[in-house]
């Protein structure tokens, strides 16, 4: 009996040992409230991620779940009339037709997408209807919108009088050419009125005080962009992959090289492989380039990552990419990321 008391004496003194150790618990195990509550962090691409990451940090900010986080916070673009280059501000295709791409994704893997969608506003929600009520992980086209309608979404006109007025002004070139950059400053070469959105993404990365991750992507694509083109925001492990064992990286600029590289689980596989966030989205750039190298010299592709532990990194192959990042310490920073070229080639 004396050695039964002594046992459980020590199991005891052990675990409370454990607890004030401050120790992380295993791979994949969510951290305590406690020792999470002030490293709650939300992250997402570009300077209008500063406003989305604020409506992501309400719900995070509040002990919320990560999930509903990135979704709250990426609708605050999808909503936004002046962004015209996601949700239901976006420039139309070359046909004039507004389509939307997005997809979800939480720790455990579930994972829900919408691709070429038209007349939804929100096609991040979408998404998640696909994720939570679906066998499926993407929807596409008109079947995306009919299980969008029959799930209570409101079909609308997406095309603003501004976003037609700038597709009738590209119609009379039909020059299409996307930009490096989310701001286009020359009307003549790109065909678009000064500084606005040739295309770009929100790519949304969170994780809440249990330690739960998640992500989001959402975008209208590339302005005049040929009638049913996918980029990569609405393929998983292309433009959002979340592994709540490592962590979740997304991306932005041209599609068509995230596919190629399979870049955000690119992204996720070289953090399990033990490099930091940085590291991997530096590796998953340069892969790019050094297979695309004289085409890299006029095209963007950043990629943005966060691990587990709520630590940061992004990259990108030409200068001018930027993140926001929110936490209890700042709510609206906003950060350059390094990048291959410091100087654009155009």
């Not at 990365?205 to 992500?215: F, K």
């Not at 609206?332 to 990048?339: E, F, I, K, N, Y």
């Amino acid at each position: 009996m004396s050695d039964r008391r002594d046992f459980l004496k020590a199991s005891l003194l052990g675990a409370s040992a454990f607890a004030l150790s401050g120790t992380l618990p295993a791979q994949g195990a969510p951290v305590s409230r406690t020792k999470a509550a002030s490293a709650a962090r939300v992250i997402s691409t570009w300077d209008f991620g500063v406003a989305a990451n604020q409506a992501a940090w309400a719900v995070l900010s509040k002990g919320g779940h990560a999930l509903d986080a990135v979704e709250q916070g990426v609708q605050v673009p999808e909503a936004d009339l002046k962004n015209h280059s996601v949700g239901r501000a976006g420039y139309p295709d070359r046909d004039g037709h507004v389509s939307l791409d997005a997809s979800i994704m939480d720790a455990d893997g579930n994972c829900g997408a919408v691709a070429a969608l038209e007349h939804i506003a929100h096609p991040i929600s979408v998404a998640r209807r696909v994720m939570e009520r679906t066998p499926h992980v993407l929807l596409v086209g008109e079947g995306a919108l009919q299980f969008a309608i029959e799930q209570g979404f409101k079909k609308e006109n997406l095309l603003t009088p501004e976003s037609e007025q700038a597709w009738k002004e590209w119609l009379k070139t039909a020059h299409y050419e996307p930009s490096i950059n989310s701001e286009v400053h020359d009307y003549g070469k790109t065909g678009l009125p000064g500084g606005a959105h040739n295309h770009d993404t929100i790519g949304m990365l969170a994780i809440d005080d249990q330690g739960r991750l998640a992500g989001a992507c959402t975008t209208s694509g590339m302005a005049w962009k040929m009638r049913g083109r996918v980029g990569d925001s609405p393929i998983i492990g292309a433009g959002l992959y979340v592994d709540g064992e490592v962590g979740g990286a997304t991306s932005t600029g041209v599609g068509e090289e995230v596919i190629r590289n399979a870049g955000s689980f690119l992204v996720v596989e070289l953090m399990r492989q033990g490099r930091s966030p940085q590291e991997a989205c530096q590796e998953a750039v340069m892969r790019i380039v050094k297979r695309r190298r004289e085409a890299s010299k006029t095209l963007q592709v950043g990629f943005l990552a966060m691990n587990r532990h709520g630590e940061v990194g992004a990259y990108a192959i030409q200068h001018g990419f930027s993140y926001a990042i929110c936490d209890a310490k700042k709510q609206d920073g906003l950060v350059p990321s390094q990048s291959v070229y410091t100087t654009s080639f155009t």
